[in-house]
């Protein structure tokens, strides 16, 4: 096995996934051809999991990327607070809408990650994380 990224690679690495993931909640017509492809009775259902699962996949990987409990806190209010900023930021994007429900949605998703990742720690045991 290859060496373990550094801390600062890591930190780096998931804000690029981030900024990513920002600039798709911005974007005017975002996975176009992939919302295309998909029936139409099916988008809001998908449109919402897509929400929670991002949401919980970054705040998971924010454990991953910060390994002081502290910093995991703060990367955990962060991203709460960055979904609601982008569902803010959505009123000002043609063809976008921001909703107090979707925000709700990205807020049970890290809440999500937060627990798998406390889980998934007291199942390694006491020190397994540190």
Known sequence: MGPALSPRLRAAAWAAVLAVWTLLLLAPNPLKPVRDSIPDEHHFTLAKLLHVFAYAG????????????????????????????TELGQQFVPSRQGSVRDALLDAGGVLLAVLAVRLAERARGPGAGE
Not at 60 to 84: E, K, M, N, T, Y
């Open 58 to 85: 970054l705040g998971v990987a924010a454990a991953w990327a910060f390994h002081s409990p502290a910093a995991r806190r703060a990367a955990w209010a962060g991203l709460v607070a960055h979904g609601v900023l």
